[in-house]
């Protein structure tokens, strides 16, 4: 049984840094990606921010781009997701899932494996 396992979340000022880890990846160039859910926004889709492909090609959302960088350790089935210069806005609950190819190509709720989510809180 595959359970994909999100780390390294936390409160950080405005400005500051993060990187999250998703661990338990079934494949090692397994497309995976990164979603994230506000707080009051539950009952909708998770914004998808990042994905890494099979070949290691990288997608992001406009609203990160330039801040947010996905990778993925191919040897330890790791995902990785380094955030800098973080905001208010970006205070939400993060959560891995797969398969996830491009940022644009998201999967279902219902489809695949998806995370709990680590929280991220962004506040002076």
Known sequence: ??????????????????????????????CMGWFRRFKGRERE????????????????????????????DNDKKTLFLFMNNLKPEDTATYICAAPVCEVDAPIPPSFGYWGQGVQVNVSL
């Not at 959302?61 to 990778?71: D, L, M, P, W, Y």
């Open 1 to 30: 049984q595959v359970e994909l396992t999100e780390s390294g979340g936390g409160s950080v000022p405005p400005g500051g840094s993060l990187q999250l880890s998703c661990s338990g990846s079934p494949y090692k160039d397994y």
């Open 45 to 72: 889709f998770p914004e998808p921010i990042a994905a890494v492909d099979s070949s290691g090609g990288t997608t992001y959302a406009e609203s990160v781009k330039g801040r947010f960088t996905i990778s993925r």
